[in-house]
């Protein structure tokens, strides 16, 4: 018997942009892994999952809000609910 692997999906789309600038950015698909669409003057909302390996450590810059529970089966895994513009996220 050989196990043959199969081929990966596709990610989830993200959503996109709008315009005018009082219009909110549009969702990602649902359960799919999309983030949300960047809205124009920033009226966009929708959150940022980063997983990454365990050995590094990760800085959210001044503005910047998120979750980083403890580590499991080698990654860290953050959930970023807030970000403003110019605002830096960085590995170590």
Known sequence: YTNTPGTGGSGGGGGGG???PTTAGSPGTTNFGGG????SAGNGSGVVILKYPDTRTITLGA??????????GGFKVTTITAAGAGNTVSWA
Do not use: H
Not at 36 to 39: F, I, L, N, Y
Not at 63 to 72: E, L, Q, R, Y
């Open 36 to 39: 949300g669409g960047g809205g």
């Open 18 to 20: 709008n315009y005018p």
């Open 63 to 72: 503005g910047v809000t998120g979750t980083t529970p403890a580590a499991s």
